[in-house]
């Protein structure tokens, strides 16, 4: 069975502070990837996927993240974040299109003005 | 840009009582699903819905729940007899078959006294 680890729980930081996200997947076979954000009171919303090709994935809001194979990781990244980044962040993976997501415990993070 | 738009947003129930929640997915969506997340807890995955029959289900989706799509528009979930631990926020979400992600609803919320 698949699982999702996110290593923080928490991210306190500052506005113009750089962003990384962990995420790690047990999974052996081709899986897509996805992070899905969830700003305060609003539903959960695609910020980049991947699928195959290219590992470093350019997503909505200057986000990234990069995909790698061998360490079975996933993570998210933004070079400077914006007060309007606070929201909670969630990596999810499935094994093929349609199937069901399975989803990491979520990153609340908070950027301070 | 197409929603899945979901009803109620917020439902308070007494214990035992029978709950239907609702979700108007994207027309063109094939795979539905239902998730929920305690409060300040990860989101789990309840069931999936294709061709209207459920694909898989979850540990979690025991006798108590069932989902059904009565019209071929509105895909609902019904909890029988609610208990205390049902309160969390439900998600419907729909599987877009171009983009490959999954689309979720604002949720809705259900609080069980």
């Known amino acids: 069975a698949q699982s999702v680890s996110q290593h923080n729980h928490h991210v306190i930081l500052s506005e113009a502070a750089s962003l990384e996200l962990g995420c790690n997947y047990s999974?052996?076979?081709?899986?897509?990837l996805f992070w899905y954000v969830q700003y305060p009171g609003q539903h959960l919303q695609l910020l980049l996927k991947y699928f195959s090709g290219d590992p470093l994935v350019k997503g909505i809001k200057g986000f990234e993240a990069e995909f790698i194979k061998s360490k079975f990781s996933f993570n998210l990244r933004k070079p400077s974040v914006q007060w309007s980044d606070t929201a909670e962040y969630f990596c999810a993976v499935n094994e093929a299109a349609g199937n069901k997501l399975t989803f990491g415990g979520g990153t609340r993070v908070l950027v301070k003005p | 840009e197409p929603e899945v738009t979901q009803t109620p947003s917020h439902q308070v129930t007494q214990m035992g009582q029978e709950v239907i929640l609702r979700c108007v997915p994207i027309?063109?969506?094939?795979?539905f699903y239902w998730y929920r997340q305690i409060l300040g807890q990860k989101v789990e995955f309840l069931v999936s819905?294709?061709?209207?029959?459920?694909?898989?289900k979850s540990e979690i989706f025991d006798d108590q729940f069932s989902v059904e799509r009565p019209d071929g528009s509105n895909f609902t979930l019904k909890i029988r007899s609610t208990k205390l631990e049902d309160s969390a926020m439900y998600f419907c979400?729909?599987?877009?078959?171009?983009?490959?992600?999954?689309?979720f609803g604002e949720g809705s919320r259900l609080t069980v006294l």
């Open positions: 979400a729909g599987f877009g078959r171009d983009t490959g992600e999954l689309f």
């Open positions: 999974y052996g076979g081709t899986v897509n």
């Open positions: 819905f294709y061709n209207n029959e459920i694909s898989e």
């Open positions: 027309s063109n969506h094939l795979y």
